[in-house]
């Protein structure tokens, strides 16, 4: 009798071990998703080119539309210039409504980026339709290739060229097109940045 109860009391220890050991799997999981969902935002950053709307709650004569000039600053009405490039939307409107709040009492300021211009990228060389194109999604070097028409009859695909400023320097990074087809090696597949020339000869 008391050998079935020793029993029925570490069976008892099992499953609450058991239950224990999922509970605390559960919970680390609900944990670390708000970190997989962060993972993959990030600020949009302003730059030269970019067209913003500056709305100002009940501030009509203030609200407009603005450009941010090669200097890096946009104009407003009452404040004169402001420095915008670098900032995100967000952190550009509390620098606003700080700068508003010297003359208008508790101003609600909110920027919208209406017209992303500043992150381009160039392709040029022997390409069906070298030009300036615009980064609004990732792209890769081969996606940049196709959406430029791809390669001209003569083009030396394994002498590509992106031409990237870094610090004030251009740094050379090259693709051979013909080697990675042919090593199948999908991490060689270049990510394009803002700013990037793709030469190819």
């Excluded at 028409?149 to 695909?157: I, L, Y």
């Excluded at 610090?167 to 990675?180: A, P, T």
């Amino acid at each position: 009798m008391a050998g079935g109860k020793l029993l029925d009391w570490a069976i008892c220890l099992i499953i609450l071990s058991i239950v224990l050991v999922c509970a605390g799997e559960f919970s680390s999981c609900i944990a670390a998703e708000p970190k997989q969902k962060d993972a993959g935002l990030s600020e949009y950053v302003i730059g030269v080119g970019d067209v913003l709307e500056v709305s100002v709650w009940n501030e009509p004569e203030i609200s407009k539309s603005v450009f941010v000039r090669l200097d890096g600053k946009i104009s407003l009405p009452l404040i004169g210039d402001v420095f915008a490039r670098g900032a995100s939307p967000e952190a550009l409107a509390r620098q606003i409504s700080g700068a508003l709040s010297k003359l208008v009492s508790e101003p609600s300021v909110t920027v919208t980026l209406t017209d992303s211009r500043s992150k381009i990228y160039y392709v040029l060389g022997q390409i069906i339709k070298p030009g300036e194109y615009r980064l609004n999604t990732p792209v890769t070097i081969l996606q940049a290739i196709a959406r430029a028409g791809g390669f001209g009859e003569w083009a030396k695909k394994e002498k590509i060229m992106i031409v990237r400023r870094s610090h004030d320097q251009d740094q050379i990074i090259n693709f051979d097109y013909e080697k990675f087809l042919n090593d199948n090696d999908r991490a060689n597949n270049i990510s394009v940045m803002a700013g990037d020339t793709i030469v190819v000869p």
